[in-house]
């Protein structure tokens, strides 16, 4: 966003957020997320494809303190309700695409994130079933919002499972400095 603030970071359809748009756009989803009670260490969700939401996600999620956990579009309600539950979502973002695996999953939990609705407008099918739009929601947020990066380096960035083919998904942290060596 510094470099090269009005060059094209996403394109999604008819959709083009330029590096500028998409760091206001995440900087504002951190904001939000704070707003609505996220706190360093809790688990924000993502069921999407690969969207400017997605996308923005990585970096609005670790911009609120919060850890990012994406879930394989692939997987059936039942493992998606166990990683939610093991890696303990408190929100869970999802494209109306995904909207009834995500009714079944969430039906299976004792504890239910709050659900927010990505509603691409490329994607196919669906209903939007959770308490307001990805849109909405960033809308609250606070486009001044002054983000801190970790404290320590070694605080959980991402948090990421397996597919599960010899039981239960298995949750892998990943940190912040991971992320930094790896980019």
């Known amino acids: ?32 997320l704070n707003k609505a009670g996220i706190k360093k260490g809790d688990t924000i969700a993502f069921m999407g494809n690969n969207t400017p939401e997605t996308y923005e996600a990585h970096f609005g999620v670790p911009m609120s303190g919060a850890v990012l956990n994406t879930l394989n579009i692939r997987l059936d309600a039942e493992a998606l309700a166990f990683i939610l539950q093991h890696g303990e979502a408190k929100m869970l973002f999802t494209d109306r695409e995904f909207s009834d695996i995500i009714k079944s ?15 691409d407008p490329l994607a196919v099918g669906g209903d939007l079933i959770g308490e307001e739009t990805y849109e909405d929601f960033i809308a609250k947020g606070d486009a001044d919002y ?3 990066g970790p404290t320590d380096e070694w605080d959980a960035i991402s948090l990421n499972y397996t597919s599960g083919t010899t039981g239960n998904p298995k949750g892998v942290v990943y940190h912040h400095r991971g992320a930094y060596l790896n980019a």
């Open 105 to 119: 999953a969430v039906a299976r939990l004792e504890r239910k994130p709050i659900v927010i609705d990505i509603d």
């Open 146 to 148: 002054q983000w801190q």
């Open 1 to 32: 966003a510094m470099v090269y603030p009005d060059r094209p970071s996403v394109i999604h359809g008819d959709r083009v957020y330029t590096w500028k748009e998409t760091y206001e756009r995440s900087v504002k989803l951190a904001s939000a």
